[in-house]
């Protein structure tokens, strides 16, 4: 004998059989959580955290009791500028940049005191980064922050890095970014560097006219030199030989009549005609 299954009954198994199929999928999946890369995991009891961080991997939760909130643990940067007043009494603003991260076995101590890491860099970070910037920047004036720059840094990071250490997080590096002046004061800073190029040109010239004088000094005595070992070597001897040197070999040329010859000198040390027997005979 065959029965005859009614329509409403068979609509009914299918949807309680889906319901059942839902609820199954909605426990498996609740059951387990995955934690990534660079996370750790807190996990809590109906919201009541419990010791231990889940570390990275597949983990499986007991449905509705348990819950897990997962913690970046990996380096973060945090950067704003800050307004502080030098030695000198100048308005600088500093711009630092904080790379940081959490302690990943102290991620449920973080979580459960602190936060998240957005609460962390609002409430911890973000104070101490200004104190220190403040507190570093007063020690110098507004001038030599640029020239000890450096020096700033470092000091900014020793005191960030002691301020966050009882909160279990770990500064990595901090770098000065930027800084800004008044521009008041950076317009007197572009007339003092104005002023060094103009001075620095200045002694440049004076050294070189220093330069070129001693080298006219140095020429002058040489030629002075000189011309005193010229006069010391001219003897009467060196005269008359550069005469006999010159003479072309004509006699000298007489003119005039009468009783009174005009006689052309010769030159210094030559022979005069009579003397040596070659003129007119009487």
């Known amino acids: 004998m065959l029965y005859k299954i009614k329509p409403g009954k068979t609509n ?4 309680a059989t889906a319901i059942v199929t839902i609820v199954l999928l909605v426990l498996v999946f609740m059951s387990t959580t995955t934690i990534g890369p660079g996370q750790r995991g807190v996990l809590m009891n109906f919201g009541a955290v419990q010791q231990g961080v889940l570390n990275p991997g597949l983990h499986f939760l007991i449905p509705v009791m348990q819950h897990v909130a997962k913690i970046d643990v990996r380096v973060q940067k945090y950067s704003v500028p800050e307004t502080a007043a030098s ?38 970070l973000a104070p101490a980064v200004a104190n220190a910037v403040k507190a570093v920047t007063a020690k110098y004036n507004a001038e030599d922050l640029i020239i000890h720059r450096d020096e700033v840094r470092a000091g900014i990071e020793t005191m960030v890095k002691e301020n966050l250490l009882p909160y279990h997080i770990v500064v990595d590096s901090v770098n000065i970014t930027n800084f ?3 521009s008041q004061f950076s317009a007197a800073i572009e007339r003092k560097q104005v002023a060094q190029q103009h001075a620095q040109q200045a002694t440049y010239e004076l050294q070189r006219a220093i330069v070129q004088a001693k080298q006219k000094v140095v020429t002058a005595t040489a030629e002075a030199r000189a011309m005193k070992l010229k006069e010391v070597s001219v003897t009467p001897e060196l005269i008359q030989w550069e005469a006999v040197q010159k003479w072309n070999g004509k006699l000298p040329t007489i003119m005039g009549g009468g009783h009174m010859p005009f006689i052309i000198s010769l030159p210094h040390g030559t022979v005069p005609i009579g003397a040596a027997g070659i003129g007119p005979k009487k």
């Open 180 to 182: 800004s002046f008044s």
């Open 87 to 124: 030695m000198d009494l100048q308005d600088v603003e500093t711009t630092a940049a904080v790379n940081w991260h959490i302690l990943p076995q102290d991620s449920e101590w973080v979580y459960q005191h602190l936060g998240r890491e957005n609460a962390v860099e609002q409430n911890i």
């Open 12 to 15: 009914f198994t299918m949807i």
